[in-house]
């Protein structure tokens, strides 16, 4: 179900020769790992709406994530939100229990917190249950 759409996010980051150049396999679900260089994407699970019909059948879920990318350098962080955002907006696909059907961003923020520059983005993504 789209309660796994960390795994559609990963796929479509790692897909990115761009991005695998910029941070490496530095790409977390919810949390660094200790000590991990910059730059850096950190993603998590947002809300989650599911879509119901009349008859209480579940068709497919609206569900947010949050992408964070930390740096020690300011254009660094843009560049590597862009390409995040290049991944993964109007980008679907195709899992075991869900398909994602759109994905649209919905909103972007920036941070500057002890010394790292950081760079939000929220989207919404629209599954379909298999």
């Not at 790992?33 to 950190?42: M, Q």
């Amino acid at each position: 179900m789209s309660l796994s759409i960390g795994v559609h996010i990963l796929q479509k980051l790692s897909a990115s020769q761009e991005l695998i150049f910029a941070v490496g396999e530095k790409i977390f679900p919810i949390v660094a790992t200790h000590e991990t260089t910059f730059p850096f994407i950190i993603y998590k699970r947002g809300s989650l709406t599911p879509g119901y019909t009349k008859d209480r059948y579940s068709t497919g879920d609206n569900t947010t994530a949050e992408l964070i990318v930390a740096s020690d350098k300011y254009a660094d962080s843009v560049k590597i939100i862009e390409l995040v955002r290049s991944a993964l907006e109007n980008k679907g696909g195709e899992y075991n229990s869900f398909s994602v059907v759109d994905a649209k961003v919905i909103s972007a923020d920036e941070d500057f917190i002890e010394d790292t520059f950081i760079q939000r983005i929220t989207f919404s993504f629209e599954t379909e249950t298999e």
